[in-house]
């Protein structure tokens, strides 16, 4: 089955700098690789995804980056700000995310320091 | 706005109990999964299913099994509730893309 590989565990930086959380998966069959914030006490809540016919992909301060050669995965958070703190998750899935289910990584606690 | 509801939000139960938690979706969504979650670990799958009365294992269904007699419903069953079943639940459904989670449940095995 798949393994998903997420680093680092934990990530403080300071409120404006950037933020990377890298994510290596084992399936090449995997085609799907989404993104899942999930704050203190809440549901996770997909924040951004990326399909394996794409490199890259951009939503305001939030972008994935995908190299399926080297089959990781990474997002990356600009001008961090106080409510980005979280635990970030990465996933993937050979069936486009849908009856296969997700196999994620362990997660990462993102803190933002002030 | 997608609605998935889990029946509880914390569950204390004696060791050797059967524990039922429920699942229920608003959207049509075919496919419905159940994930466990403890720190360290991450979100791990239980089992899912992509239709009524379909399921398949996931990556740690031993001392668990699922129902789904109707679409918008996936019940997740400890037939004998042990201490190291003691997490957070987390039930999801999805169409094809984005899957959407419940607010979980905290079972608590004594």
Known sequence: ?114 | DVKVTQSSRYLVKRTGEKVFLECVQDMDHENMFWYRQDPGLGLRLIYFSYDVKMKEKGDIPEGYSVSREKKERFSLILESASTNQTSMYLCASSANTEAFFGQGTRLTVV
């Open chain 1, 1 to 114: 089955g798949e393994n998903v590989e997420q680093h680092p565990s934990t990530l403080s930086v300071q409120e404006g700098d950037s933020a990377v959380i890298k994510c290596t998966y084992s399936d090449s069959a995997s085609n799907y690789f989404p993104w899942y914030k999930q704050e203190l006490g809440k549901r996770p809540q997909l924040i951004i995804d990326i399909r394996s016919n794409v490199g890259e992909k951009k939503d305001q301060r939030i972008a994935v980056t995908l190299n399926k050669t080297a089959k990781h995965f990474s997002l990356h958070i600009t001008e961090t700000q106080p409510e980005d703190s979280a635990v970030y998750f990465c996933a993937a899935s050979h069936r486009g995310g849908g009856a296969d289910g997700l196999t994620f990584g362990k997660g990462t606690h993102l803190i933002i320091q002030p």
